[in-house]
């Protein structure tokens, strides 16, 4: 299995990005996916899941703001942050929920 992440940078605090995590390898559609971020000296932590089936859950940090989607046609999942703020600069990665496999991670960066 092989994940890439993309669509990360530098964007100013209340602005926008979609991340993007293309898959192959693997019979996308049917497993649960994951977006997760980690910034230096910190652990990793779940920031969107969605299911198989499309069911998604959000860490509280990031309700509201952050939106996890995926495209079974494209094997594709994406992330749509909005209204981001300093403290969601991260490394984003993404991850097959059910399996050990990590992309290489997106840098973004919220900073005026």
């Known amino acids: 299995a092989q994940l890439v992440e993309s669509g990360g940078g530098l964007v100013q605090p209340g602005g926008s990005l979609r991340l993007s995590c293309a898959a192959s390898?693997?019979?996308?559609?049917?497993?649960?996916m994951g977006w997760y971020r980690q910034a230096p000296g910190k652990q990793r932590e779940l920031v969107a899941i969605i299911s198989a089936g499309g069911t998604t859950n959000y860490a509280d940090s990031v309700k509201g703001r952050y939106t996890v989607s995926r495209d079974n046609a494209k094997n594709t999942m994406y992330l749509q942050m909005n209204s981001l703020k300093p403290e969601d600069t991260d490394v984003y990665y993404c991850k097959i929920m059910s399996l050990a496999y990590w992309g290489q991670g997106t840098q973004v960066t919220v900073s005026s």
């Open positions: 390898g693997f019979t996308f559609s049917g497993y649960g």
